[in-house]
């Protein structure tokens, strides 16, 4: 016989702009923290979008919340942050810098670390800690955590994708701290929306393209 499962909706957060990205943190000590981070492509200031050749501008917000188990409005918003417009974000599996770790892939290009820090969970913030630039007049799409970490597997490793079609190996440097290309190849003709690393193989990167299938690639 089946299982039988029920959905039930606890709360509904309006984020103004679109949410692209929500990711609870894995860290032990910290499930009940939230990250949710945002896109909008914004018209230009003070002038008629028909009538003005300026591109629209790329904007986004990134939330922190904090979940507590009751039964009117379990969220608690702790924190925004007005960003570039923000495609993915991903926490560290483990505490990097005594503290999580949240990676953002941001619509300039551009991988960042923030940190989480404070001892009380309702006043928590994220700290920006560090970043790379994936290159020019590029957005950065999507981000995956190496599994290795989980096994405590230094250094620490980031892959990435972005809009020209490339995956960067990125290595995380807690002691700097710091993060830089390690690699940097073309996986697809296109954007490249998605890369993720192989969970029972370190060594092994797949990315995705609309409408062109999967591609897998040997880091070494």
Request: hydrophobic share 35%.
């Amino acid at each position: 016989m089946a299982l039988q499962c029920k959905i039930q909706t606890l709360q509904v957060v309006d984020t103004e702009y679109s949410a692209d990205a929500v990711e609870w943190c894995p860290v032990e000590g910290w499930h009940n923290i939230l990250a949710c981070g945002t896109y909008q492509l914004k018209k230009p200031d003070g002038k008629n979008p028909d009538e003005s050749n300026e591109p629209h501008v790329r904007v986004g917000r990134l939330y922190l919340y904090h979940f507590e188990e009751q039964i009117f409005a379990p969220l608690t918003e702790v924190q925004r942050l007005e960003t570039a417009a923000v495609l993915d974000i991903k926490w560290s599996y483990v505490p990097l810098v005594e503290h999580p770790l949240l990676a953002i892939a941001n619509a300039k290009g551009t991988v960042e670390l923030c940190c989480l820090t404070g001892s009380e969970k309702k006043s928590c913030r994220l700290e920006p800690l560090c970043s790379v630039d994936l290159g020019d007049e590029c957005l950065a799409l999507s981000l995956d955590w190496s599994m290795a970490q989980k096994q405590g597997g230094h250094p620490q490793q980031l892959v990435s994708s972005d809009s020209k079609g490339r995956l960067s190996l990125l290595s995380v440097d807690v002691s700097s701290p710091s993060v830089h290309i390690l690699e940097q190849w073309k996986a697809h003709d296109f954007e490249a929306w998605i890369a993720a690393f192989d969970y029972w193989n370190k060594h092994i990167v797949y990315s995705g393209q609309s409408m062109s299938g999967l591609c897998l690639c040997n880091k070494y």
